[in-house]
């Protein structure tokens, strides 16, 4: 049974820093672009960033760019989402996910996201 778990998240104040990690269990994704997503309150679940399957081209939203940066370790099946200058609105449930060509569109099944919450 394929399964992605998200970590990492927590209650973070204006400005800090956070790493997100996604593992991967039951197929191995080293040869799958994979991506972030998050889902704020209330609101639907939108595209963050993502990396190409050899970790070597990376794409982002327009309001992470420069302090979000996606990463890759294929030998683990784990991605990161090193998060930067951390800003309220940021506030949202992360999720990792397989994506297409598009490099935008998820593939499988959400897992349970972690929680990254502002406590500015």
């Known amino acids: 049974q394929v399964q992605l778990v998200e970590s990492g998240g927590r209650s973070v104040q204006a400005g800090e820093s956070l790493r997100l990690s996604c593992t991967a269990s039951?197929?191995?994704?080293?040869?799958?672009?994979m991506g972030w997503f998050r889902q704020a309150p209330g609101k639907e679940r939108e595209f963050v960033a993502a990396?190409?399957?050899?970790?070597?081209?990376?794409y982002y939203a327009d309001d992470v760019k420069g302090r979000f940066t996606i990463s890759r370790v294929n030998a683990n099946d784990t991605i990161y989402l090193q998060m930067n200058a951390l800003q309220p609105e940021n506030t949202a449930g992360y999720f990792c996910?397989?994506?297409?060509?598009?490099?935008?569109?998820?593939?499988?099944?959400w897992g349970q996201g972690t929680q990254v919450t502002d406590s500015s």
């Open positions: 996910n397989v994506v297409r060509a598009d490099l935008r569109t998820a593939v499988l099944n």
């Open positions: 990396v190409s399957w050899s970790g070597t081209s990376t």
């Open positions: 039951g197929r191995r994704f080293s040869t799958s672009a």
